[in-house]
């Protein structure tokens, strides 16, 4: 059975760092591309980044450029995602999900971003 | 990337029929057959429904069907049920500087 595993949401203060992580079970994690997917509250859903299943491709969405780095570590079946500073617009839950088009998703972390 | 449109609300009566219309451009719904269909329950992850613009998962109820016509793709749900009632998104591939794009969301309600 396909899992993903979403931790290390939480409440942090505009211009911090979080640490998403998303642990994979139940398929070969090497062999799919990945992505983070967030839904702002009372919102749709937005594509936020991208991975390949190398790591050698990469892609942002232009309101998170500059600011989260996406990364995964295929020896240990895990997708991260380095949130830098945070700004209120960033509260939301954030969800890892399998291939581009999604086909499997995490039950999501939240993260809010206020003072 | 402007996000695909979709109509904010569509309802209908137990068993009737209804379609969510998602509508793009030719650079992602009219440009590929990678179209995608998710259900959405209140405090829930998304669920695949539909993918390549037509196909069903294994376990997902025949009751959903998809198709596509130019720019737009289409969701049906036949024999509406209560447990129907939920938000509804597409998504497509894109030729943009993002893979993907994601449609505004459709909450469909069950009269």
């Known amino acids: 059975e396909v899992q993903l595993v979403e931790s290390g949401g939480g409440l942090v203060q505009p211009g911090g760092s979080l640490r998403l992580s998303c642990a994979a079970s139940?398929?070969?994690?090497?062999?799919?591309?990945m992505n983070w997917v967030r839904q702002a509250p009372g919102k749709g859903l937005e594509w936020v980044s991208y991975i390949s299943s190398s790591g050698s491709t990469i892609y942002y969405a232009d309101s998170v450029k500059g600011r989260f780095t996406i990364s995964r570590d295929n020896a240990k079946n895990s997708l991260y995602l380095q949130m830098n500073s945070l700004r209120a617009e960033d509260t939301a839950v954030y969800y890892c999900?399998?291939?581009?088009?999604?086909?499997?998703w995490g039950q999501g972390t939240l993260v809010t971003v206020s003072s | 990337q402007s996000a695909l449109t979709q109509p904010a609300s569509v309802s209908g009566s137990p068993g009737q029929s209804i379609t969510i219309s998602c509508t793009g451009t030719?650079?992602?719904?009219?440009?590929?057959?990678?179209v995608s269909w998710y259900q959405q329950h209140p405090g829930k992850a998304p669920k695949l429904m539909i993918y390549e613009v037509s196909n069903r998962p294994s376990g997902v109820s025949n009751r959903f069907s998809g198709s596509k016509s130019g720019n737009t793709a289409s969701l049906t749900i036949s024999g509406l049920q209560a447990e129907d009632e939920a938000d509804y998104y597409c998504s497509s591939y894109t030729s943009s500087s993002t893979p993907c794009v994601f449609g505004t969301g459709t909450k469909v309600t069950v009269l």
């Open positions: 139940g398929f070969t994690f090497s062999s799919y591309e």
């Open positions: 999900a399998r291939r581009v088009l999604p086909d499997y």
């Open positions: 030719s650079s992602d719904v009219g440009g590929y057959n990678y």
